[in-house]
């Protein structure tokens, strides 16, 4: 998985696969896109106005929790 942002036009990605050689868009919302490879996975995740998406919770912060043990790890998103 990566996630990316581009600061220019204020758009994260989350890339769940390898590149896909043909993907369809399928917008769900006015700020998110998911893009599904030609078996219908979800290939990626496109959130519009991500600034404010991603800062809305938890400080602008990535949290990955292992909802089993309670263990999380926390990254400073890098949303200038």
Known sequence: MKLTYDPRHNIAY???HPKAAQVKTVRISDELNVDLD???KVYGIELLNANVQL????GG???MLNEATGEQTKVKLPLS
């Open 14 to 16: 989350i890339r769940l």
């Open 38 to 40: 030609t078996d219908g």
């Open 55 to 58: 800062t809305k919770e938890d």
């Open 61 to 63: 912060q990535l949290v």
